[in-house]
């Protein structure tokens, strides 16, 4: 039988929107464990953790069941060595499943035929600047202590980004690929949204487009220096730390 634990922090509600992200394995006792983290996009509160010696078959069906329990949330799973979970969870019925964009620079990108993400030096970098980001500017809230765990021991080690020597970071690329997810689900929330005015220094602005540049406005260089040396006043133990491989 699978070796697993499930760590709910809260039950779905109606009209919320939510986001899967999957670091499968092949539910070995010696190898990596496989991972399903589960975020609500309306506040960002991290309400579900799936993690242990899953399989390929039982990984989609869990996969499956906590996608559809959470309002059909969009599920991003790294399709490197998925053991086909991917293919699976399409099997079962499961329609709302990532598809990759192609990053070729090019203005108008289409999506990739293969399911899930690929995860590769390039678009690890990328999963790590986003997340980082969400972290650092509170939109995002993490309940795991096995996730914060191994984001402690994940950083740059051997030109990758990844955990160090004899660690792991299943859990923490589950989150990546979980705020991938995230950020998607976001812009279609945003899509379907009927009006949104334009911002000015981070404010939304409502009327009055033509008087926008004689807003008082503290300059950028200032504004910077100032936030700096408010940090600097803070404790230590509550300062930002600004490590890639740490993100908290």
């Not at 006792?29 to 399989?55: P, W």
């Amino acid at each position: 039988m699978p070796d697993y634990d499930l760590r709910l922090w809260r039950k779905p509600e109606e009209n919320k929107i939510y986001a899967i992200g999957g670091d499968p394995a092949e539910g070995l006792a010696h190898g990596d464990d496989t991972v399903l983290e589960v975020f609500c996009v309306d506040d960002g509160e991290q309400v579900f953790e799936a993690q242990g010696k899953i399989d390929p078959m039982a990984g989609a069906e869990i996969a499956f069941m906590l996608g559809t329990w959470y309002n059909n949330a969009l599920v991003c799973i790294e399709n490197n060595k998925d053991g086909g979970m991917n293919r699976i969870l399409f099997e079962l019925g499961y329609r709302n499943i990532y598809y990759q964009m192609r990053d070729d620079g090019k203005a108008i990108s289409g999506m990739t035929q293969k399911l899930g993400f690929n995860t590769n030096i390039r678009t690890r970098a990328q999963l790590i600047t986003l997340s980082k980001n969400y972290v650092q500017d509170g939109s995002v809230t993490i309940r795991s202590e096995f996730l914060l765990a191994q984001m402690e021991v994940f950083g740059l080690e051997g030109g990758k980004f990844q955990a160090i020597a004899g660690a792991h970071d299943d859990v923490v690329m589950s989150f990546l690929l979980c705020m991938e997810s995230f950020r998607m689900q976001l812009l279609h929330a945003i899509g379907r949204t009927n009006h949104l005015n334009p911002l000015w220094e981070g404010q939304e602005v409502s009327e009055g487009y033509e008087d926008l540049d004689v807003i008082d406005r503290q300059g950028m260089t200032d504004r910077l220096i100032e936030q700096s040396k408010h940090r600097n006043k803070q404790p230590a133990d509550q300062q930002v730390v600004s490590s890639v491989g740490a993100l908290i």
